[in-house]
T-cell receptor, first 113, second 115 residues
């Protein structure tokens, strides 16, 4: 089955600096690569996603890059702000409904003022 | 815009009791999911459904049951509550035609403690 690893587990950055979180997966059938943000006491919310026919996608301060050969994708946040403090999850997803959905363990991002 | 609604938000159960966690969505999504999230951990899939009348096991189905009689509702049943089921439970939904590779929309969770 799919094995998903996120690194680092905790990331502390100064406000205004950049943050990068990496997600490594094992199932080469995965073709959809979302990142979710979970604020305290809330459910996860999709912030950006990418499909396997694209190498990079950007939405204002956040971007996702994909390396299908190496089986990893990364979340990039630039000019970090206090509201970026949250837990971020990756969930590489294969298309077939018979495959299990396996989520990363999460990365806690702390923005220091 | 209600999205995915879960009830109750909090619940304390005694060992051996049973309860149903409710989940409803108003987005006409065909896929629905139940996850559990233990402290400091990621999400683990319990059950999912690809449409009314169809359910399937996820990664950690033992001790739980689900049903999907309508598109909107996907309740999760705990028959004999055990301390190991203390967790936060999230319901999610997505729209897809025969595929799972679509964004999921989550409720705000049910925090369940079993003592």
């Amino acid at each position: 089955g799919e094995n998903v690893e996120q690194h680092p587990s905790t990331l502390s950055v100064q406000e205004g600096d950049s943050a990068v979180i990496k997600c490594t997966y094992s199932d080469s059938a995965s073709n959809y690569f979302p990142w979710y943000k979970q604020e305290l006491g809330k459910g996860p919310q999709l912030i950006i996603d990418i499909r396997s026919n694209v190498g990079e996608k950007k939405d204002q301060r956040i971007a996702v890059t994909l390396n299908k050969t190496a089986k990893h994708f990364s979340l990039h946040i630039t000019e970090t702000q206090p509201e970026d403090s949250a837990v971020y999850f990756c969930a590489p997803t294969p298309p077939d409904s018979n495959y299990q959905l396996i989520w990363g363990a999460g990365t806690k991002l702390i923005i220091k003022p | 815009n209600a999205g995915v609604t879960q009830t109750p938000k909090f619940r304390i159960l005694k060992i051996g009791q049973s309860m149903t966690l409710q989940c409803t969505q108003d987005m006409n999504h065909n896929y629905m999911y139940w996850y559990r999230q233990d402290p400091g951990m990621g999400l683990k899939l319990i059950y999912y459904s690809v449409g009314a009348g169809i359910t399937d096991k996820g990664e950690v189905p033992n001790g739980y049951n689900v049903s999907r009689s309508t598109t909107e509702d996907f309740p999760l049943r705990l028959e004999l509550a055990a301390p190991s089921q203390t967790s936060v439970y999230f319901c999610a939904s997505s729209y897809s035609i025969g595929r799972k590779d679509q964004p999921q929309h989550f409720g705000d969770g049910t925090r369940l403690s079993i003592l």
